[in-house]
């Protein structure tokens, strides 16, 4: 899996009862044809992460289909997560 691009936004919370900060990265994914996650019309995957005290912590990703947003419910190997987990937090907005 190479993670082709990705933006990231702050989630802002209007009801105050999240505590601490939550961002949303949506990343554009390159599989190879034989991964399961593989899909003809492109392959997204949005991670949510919360930043409290200092300390950043991904909550859940969704894999979904680019063309259609379509969600699929798979699971990813612990290589990939690390891959994504190294990508958000190199790329992380300024707080």
């Not at 300390?55 to 891959?83: G, P």
Request: contains cysteine; negative net charge; proline residues 2%.
């Amino acid at each position: 899996m190479n993670i082709v691009n990705g933006n990231a936004q702050e989630l802002v919370d209007p009801t105050g009862i999240i505590e601490g900060q939550r961002y949303e990265f949506l990343l554009t994914v390159k599989l190879d044809e034989e991964d399961e996650l593989f899909n003809e019309n492109g392959t997204g995957l949005k991670v949510l992460y919360s930043v409290r005290d200092g300390q950043r912590k991904m909550l859940t990703y969704q894999f979904y289909e680019l063309a259609t947003e379509s969600v699929f419910d798979v699971e990813w190997d612990d290589e990939e997560k690390a891959a994504v987990e190294q990508y958000c937090l190199a790329n992380f907005p300024e707080m």
